[in-house]
């Protein structure tokens, strides 16, 4: 029984863990079915809404309602405001080019991180004050039910968003093909602002469950997440909505349980060797589509 | 009156010189066509059209709006809609949603009233539905607005391109090449179809085509191209049976 009742808790972490993987991951695959790059500063947004949380509610005394909105603003501002200077000039260069450019606006948002808020980590106390429940024996953490809960809402609105509202309509035209969409009327420039927007108000969600998990800030702590996430996209199938949600879960799940059952050391090796294998079973990641190129 | 006036267009890709000093003039309500041996410069012509490209010189007016500099986006807002060679349908959508996409710019409610699903984006979605199913039914494509456009018959989806293209509300429709891969049966029933929408939305056509049947069918003047430019131009009969149009065409 005890067994049991370990093996659901470790399920239920590994469930609030990946869902925060999957919100970040979610970003990655959006950016990448519209823009087709990989935003790898993607990470770095998650590390800015946590110090963003931290200036309005710690320094500034904001409420907390207050603090969160207004973080999640900054996030999405600063992912429209990359995308213009960073990508966007470089929207037809070579593939490698904007990668690369990813890659240093990482570092840049990682030393501006650094200058201002120095290398010492900064204890931060969540500001979520959700007791925790007792369930037929097992313990449910209030984090683990805010996180699962905000995730949640948060994903659905994303889904019926992206398939029920002109907005989103105009995201799948650009995606499928950006020429088309132009011809008939589609702002590309906006949609892509928009897709960044939300990427990135996202990853915003993300930071804040994430600081309130780990209560210690630091200018590297998005790296991690991030290239999880990136894991959790491209194992799910990169560009699909449905896919960087489950594979995020899975991501989680296995962590959470490599982590109790197998070794803590090795739980990052279990989880990227799982990409490994997926990737080489089914090359277009779980809910990819094949893509099979005209020559 | 004069709907799309063209003058002295021309482009240049490097050496190349696409287009040379073309003059058109296609007046409201014309079934206008263009044709010319392959790589005579055709699409390049409605890629410079709609913005896609940048004309080296030359103008062009809709209805007395200027459109040379415009962004494809604009274009598509002063009024001209296309369809491609190619069909470009966004194929993972369903055929209502194209058909919505080309109502985009006419149904608005703020974002915010999108995400939180208010009663604002309830009453603008449902009349787009409704919208886009009349149109839907024009073309009889009503029973597929569910499917994915992918899995149309090839037929249909140069129908849906049709119906796409018109949810913009144009007041120049361009269709390129739409005959292609028909077989003469639905060639028929595509002539038919042009006729009827030119009819039905009172729409100004410019179209390419290389099949000569379709063009002498339904096409009012026509314009010849050849090597980029002007070869020959006016009544369709008249340029049909023109020697230097059979010669471009035949050969000697």
Redesign the interface.
Known sequence: MDLVINIVEQLINGLRTGSIYALIALGYTMVYGIAKMINFAHGDIIMVGAYSLYVFYGILGLPAAVAVILSIIVCAVLGVVIEKVAYKPLRNAQPLAVLITAIGVSFLLQNLALLIFKATPIPFGSIIRVPSVQIAGIHISGITIVTLVVTTISMI?LT??IN???????M??VS??K??????????NGTIS?TFAIGSALAAVAGLLFICQYESLQPTLGALPGIKAFVAAVLGGIGSVPGAMLGGIVLGIIESLSKAYISTQLSDAIVFGVLVVVLLVKPSGLLGKIRIEKV | MALLEVRNLGISFGGLRAVDSLDMTIDQGQLYGLIGPNGAGKTTVFNLLTGVYRPTEGIITLDGQNLVGKKTVEINKAGIARTFQNIRLFKNMSVMDNVKIGLHNHFKYNLFTGILRLPGYRKVEKSMDERAMELLKVFDLDKEAGNMAANLPYGKQRKLEIARALATEPKLLLLDEPAAGMNPNETEELMKTIQFVREKFKMTILLIEHDMKLVSGICEEVTVLNFGTVLAQGKTGDVLNDPRVVKAYLGE
Not at chain 1, 164 to 170: E, V
Not at chain 1, 179 to 188: F, K, P, Q, R
């Open positions: 609105l019926l968003f029920k509202t002109k907005a989103g309509r105009a799948r035209a499928e093909d020429g088309a969409a132009e011809l008939m009327g589609i702002s590309v928009l």
